[in-house]
């Protein structure tokens, strides 16, 4: 796929823009996002300092409308956002507004990033490997631009999750799933994926929460029955099946 079939997608099919009923780019909009992303994410809070990098630089590559950045922000950060689709670029634009926060906003393709080597703190790239044609391409690009022991915090899919079976099982699409490119990975696959790092430490999560975007049978099966079932397990027994692989990279 070319990057422009990339761009064009991601301009019209923003992260989780649906869920709220008010006007895009107004606060209330922002609002709802903020605590949709949180409620299913809920596991960022825990895992990611958002309040630890006051005074220093982050970037985060494939910003969306800035929800996380924001968290950054006003932990006192200097932040940085990239993304591919200029409509993501303008609603974060607009969150940082609503908000009166201050930061950098660029459209710009995470597998050439526009700035020069050894740059930031903390690169957080959050849902957008699994989305670019060349993901090593892109993790080489957050690596390039962090600074010499800095961090990188990336994301993908894990293939072998509860998410990926149940979608096969119910015959549920994944969300996104008709973006031109959606790769899922094995834990092995996305450790070979960051080599380049001196350290990594990858933490399975997100685990089933009831979803306000099914309906119908299927609907209150996964919330009434699933999630409840699910998250009664022990949890070692199910870590390694989580949705997301996040890995903690030190370079």
Not at 6 to 17: A, C, K, L, M, P
Not at 232 to 245: E, S, T
């Amino acid at each position: 796929m070319s990057i422009e079939d990339v761009r064009d997608y991601w301009n019209s099919h923003i992260h989780d823009v649906e869920i709220s009923p008010h006007l895009p780019g107004s606060e209330g909009f922002f609002a709802d996002l903020d605590a949709y992303h949180f409620e299913k994410l809920h596991h960022l809070l825990r895992l990611v300092d958002f309040d630890g990098y006051r005074g220093r630089p982050v970037l985060d590559v494939g910003c969306g409308p800035g929800i996380d950045l924001a968290r950054f922000a006003r932990g006192g950060a200097d932040v940085t956002g990239v993304d591919i689709a200029p409509a993501a670029i303008e609603l974060a634009r607009a969150n940082f507004a609503q908000q009166h926060l201050h930061g950098r906003f660029e459209v710009a393709n995470g597998e050439e990033l526009p700035f020069p080597d050894n740059v930031f703190d903390l690169v957080y790239a959050h849902g957008v490997v699994q989305y670019t044609a060349h993901p090593r391409r892109l993790v080489d690009e957050c690596r390039r631009v962090l600074k010499p022991g800095g961090e990188a915090v990336v994301q993908v899919y894990n293939r072998i999750s509860w998410l990926n079976l149940l979608s096969n099982v119910m015959n549920v699409g994944l969300e996104h799933e008709t973006a031109p490119v959606l790769i899922k990975f094995t834990a092995g696959e996305f450790r070979r994926l960051l080599d380049g790092f001196r350290e990594v430490r990858i933490v399975p999560e997100r685990f089933p929460v009831r979803s306000r975007l099914h309906g119908g049978w299927k609907g209150a099966v996964y919330n009434g029955l699933f999630v409840g079932t699910f998250n009664a397990l022990p949890r070692p027994f199910v870590r390694r099946f989580g949705w997301h692989l996040l890995a903690f990279c030190r370079k």
